[in-house]
């Protein structure tokens, strides 16, 4: 490649990928402040700074363990090219605005990942794969919502207990309160995983044109621009999104609020710390389908919920599709 081309070119692929990292932040805002929303602790122009300023500072607390995923354990680092990763981000780009206009909250971290699958076979074939990285991000499918599920269902039941003495009103003004710590660890959880993913990505194009080195990290300023753009994506929020994830599928109270982000917050921790890209999206949504299942069952409405479940299905395959027919035609133009 001509290095007076490489740079320009370089330029406008991170920026492809800032911006995706926007979109995932107005994509998930939702994740972070429906339920303090839903249950009006905060009205909604509040709760995006209130998540935007956790979102940021995320990185002070996590190591860079789902950015090395992104990286470099879905596809082989040796199958990226310039044309892979503007495939891959494209893919992911339609699926986030086409959801988010249909107001479903989809998982941008498995759109992206689906893109890279997508666009890493169009170029290699399987054997782009790294099937260990893939199996295991696709296993947190199914287990980041479960683990949320349940550790929100016993935390209701765990408070429920402890409360049982309180008065409806002493408990809704405790957890009214508690409620800005438990969104303040959910929106740390959700930075956490979430803007690492980015990083992942631009640094391995980074990695794949020889400008880091013989090894394969995350410069700094990569982590401080993927803060800051998934940060200013939530600032502006997803508010369709956000009136699906909070009232729609169950009404909430502070104390199922409380209980729901902290599940969620739990989940995303130890996800992050052990370096798996999971959905913040799958794992909320979980969160208060548990929630609401403590109180009783027929409180869940199931049908938006199967609805949700369904897009989360199809998103793989369909980000993959995207990304190999992106990929296919950057080719026939180039």
Known sequence: MDATLAFPLLFGLVAVALFFDFLNGLHDAANSIATIVSTRVLRPQYAV??????????????????AETLGKGIIDAD??????????????????????????PSSSSHA?????????????????????????????????PTVGFLLALL????VSWLFVRQTPFAVDSSF????????????????????????????????????????????????LTCQSALALGTLFGGWRIVHTMGSKITRLNPMQGFCAETGGAITLFAATWMGIPVST??????????????????????????SIVWAWVITLPATAAIAAATFYLTQLLS
Request: net charge positive; aromatic share 12%; charged share 5%.
């Open 49 to 66: 700074l209130w998540a935007a300023f956790f979102n940021f500072i995320a990185f002070l607390f996590f190591g860079l363990h789902v």
């Open 79 to 104: 199958t990226v090219t310039p044309a892979v990763i503007f495939s891959a981000l494209t893919g992911a780009i339609v699926w986030n605005i086409v959801t988010w206009l249909a107001g479903i």
């Open 112 to 144: 992206l990942i689906g893109g890279l699958v997508g666009a890493g076979v169009a170029k290699a074939g399987g054997g782009a794969i790294v099937w260990a990285g893939l199996l295991k991000t696709t296993f947190a499918i199914v287990l980041s």
């Open 155 to 158: 935390l209701v039941l765990l």
């Open 176 to 223: 009214r309160f508690l409620q800005f710590i438990s969104a303040s660890l959910y929106s740390l959880g959700h930075g956490g995983n979430d803007a690492q993913k980015t990083m992942g990505i631009i640094a391995v194009l980074l990695y794949s044109q020889g400008m880091l080195g013989d090894t394969f990290h995350v410069p700094l300023w990569v982590v």
């Open 281 to 306: 999206t799958h794992t909320i949504t979980g969160a208060i389908i548990g929630v609401g299942a403590a109180r009783r069952v027929s409180a869940v409405r199931w049908g938006v919920a199967s």
